[in-house]
């Protein structure tokens, strides 16, 4: 389809080329109808919203048969696209048991119309010419179906995207919240029984607990944003003075959603080892591979294991996450505690 610019360009190039153009008479005609199709192209390539569907759909109707009477005056002027025009808008404004019939409709009345010209003598394109006039209708009905496929590809991103963020701040926010109120629940447990220090202990785990789910959900949203982060000098900051951070290979970025990825995974796994192993030794290792890039974490079993139980969810959130990124995520015991592996094709 024309854009507004494009069809301006037309409509000053058709008042300068169109002959004979006058007050009177064959001149008066002819500036009659450049007039109306002037207008049918000027609206009909203006943004939709701008335009009510009733108005477009009988300017459509008013296009045919201006356009038509238009095209024996217009056969040397710029002007003979404006019956091309019309069939185009027709095949991209409706389906094809509308759109056909329409296109034929263009087809015939150009035929028709030159056939009369022709017949008063006047010098235009013979008659036959007219029937291939519809023929941009399939163009416009082409354009259609690439249209409203972008549009449902874009539907469907916006919708990937927003599951993928709905994912990652629930998992944020499950850790944090589950962890907070699990220390609340002993806190009070430890009160009933008048272990007042032990209470204390619990709310201040429950405190900082609050405080990382806070950090956490800021780096989600910071993960969320277009450009990504970068990948080794925000793991060395995640993973801080908590665990031993190691790097193989030639570093590269991945993907955002790679990238992604990998963060949350380091995320998920200091956050259970902390939970269930808490002062063991955590080592967290990053490889690049010629094809892949491959996370390790792996923590020794604690002298002194936490008594919580995990429920599994985070982990088949991560399995979730790296399917959707072309990825693999294990967790499982070792001779030493446990590990979290974690391959991303990149």
């Given at each position: 389809?024309?854009?507004p610019y494009f069809a301006a360009v037309i409509v000053?190039?058709?008042?300068?080329?169109?002959?004979?153009?006058?007050?009177?008479?064959?001149?008066?005609?002819?500036?009659?109808?450049?007039?109306?199709?002037?207008?049918?192209?000027?609206?009909?390539?203006?943004?939709?919203?701008?335009?009510?569907?009733?108005?477009?759909?009988?300017?459509?109707?008013?296009?045919?048969?201006?356009?038509?009477?238009?095209?024996?005056?217009?056969?040397?002027?710029?002007?003979?696209?404006?019956?091309?025009?019309?069939?185009?808008?027709?095949?991209?404004?409706?389906?094809?048991?509308?759109?056909?019939?329409?296109?034929?409709?263009?087809?015939?009345?150009?035929?028709?119309?030159?056939?009369?010209?022709?017949?008063?003598?006047?010098?235009?394109?013979?008659?036959?010419?007219?029937?291939?006039?519809?023929?941009?209708?399939?163009?416009?009905?082409?354009?259609?179906?690439?249209?409203?496929?972008?549009?449902?590809?874009?539907?469907?991103?916006?919708?990937?995207?927003?599951?993928?963020?709905?994912?990652?701040?629930?998992?944020?926010?499950?850790?944090?919240?589950?962890?907070?109120?699990?220390?609340?629940?002993?806190?009070?447990?430890?009160?009933?029984?008048?272990?007042?220090?032990?209470?204390?202990?619990?709310?201040?785990?429950?405190?900082?607990?609050?405080?990382?789910?806070?950090?956490?959900?800021?780096?989600?949203?910071?993960?969320?944003?277009?450009?990504?982060?970068?990948?080794?000098?925000?793991?060395?900051?995640?993973?801080?003075?908590?665990a031993r951070f190691e790097v193989h290979g030639s570093?590269?970025?991945?993907?955002?959603?790679?990238?992604?990825?990998?963060?949350?995974?380091?995320?998920?796994?200091?956050?259970?080892?902390?939970?269930?192993?808490?002062?063991?030794?955590?080592?967290?290792?990053?490889?690049?591979?010629?094809?892949?890039?491959?996370?390790?974490?792996?923590?020794?079993?604690?002298?002194?294991?936490?008594?919580?139980?995990?429920?599994?969810?985070?982990?088949?959130?991560?399995?979730?996450?790296?399917?959707?990124?072309?990825?693999?995520?294990?967790?499982?015991?070792?001779?030493?505690?446990?590990?979290?592996?974690v391959t991303l094709d990149a």
């Open positions: 389809m024309l854009t000053v190039a058709s008042f300068l080329t169109l002959r004979p153009l006058g007050v009177e008479g064959e001149g008066l005609l002819v500036l009659c109808l450049l007039v109306v199709n002037s207008v049918v192209m000027s609206v009909r390539t203006a943004p939709e919203k701008w335009v009510p569907a009733r108005v477009g759909n009988g300017l459509i109707g008013v296009g045919i048969v201006a356009s038509a009477a238009l095209l024996p005056f217009a056969t040397d002027s710029i002007a003979s696209v404006f019956p091309f025009f019309v069939a185009g808008s027709i095949g991209y404004r409706f389906r094809p048991s509308v759109s056909l019939p329409l296109a034929a409709s263009v087809s015939v009345a150009c035929a028709v119309s030159l056939a009369i010209a022709d017949a008063c003598g006047i010098d235009t394109w013979p008659p036959i010419a007219g029937l291939v006039v519809g023929m941009p209708a399939l163009l416009g009905y082409s354009r259609r179906n690439r249209v409203a496929a972008l549009e449902a590809q874009i539907r469907e991103r916006a919708l990937a995207e927003r599951a993928r963020i709905a994912r990652d701040i629930h998992d944020v926010l499950a850790h944090s919240l589950s962890g907070v109120t699990m220390q609340l629940e002993v806190a009070d447990a430890l009160l009933d029984g008048n272990r007042i220090e032990s209470a204390r202990e619990s709310i201040r785990r429950a405190q900082s607990l609050s405080r990382e789910g806070l950090v956490e959900a800021r780096r989600a949203v910071q993960a969320l944003r277009d450009d990504a982060l970068p990948l080794v000098p925000t793991l060395r900051d995640l993973v801080g003075d908590q570093p590269r970025e991945p993907s955002v959603e790679g990238s992604q990825f990998l963060i949350r995974s380091v995320q998920e796994a200091m956050t259970n080892a902390h939970r269930h192993a808490p002062h063991a030794p955590v080592d967290v290792a990053l490889t690049f591979h010629p094809k892949s890039i491959e996370l390790t974490v792996d923590n020794q079993a604690s002298e002194s294991p936490s008594a919580v139980v995990g429920s599994g969810m985070g982990l088949v959130g991560m399995r979730e996450r790296a399917a959707l990124v072309g990825g693999t995520a294990t967790a499982g015991p070792t001779d030493q505690g446990w590990r979290v592996h």
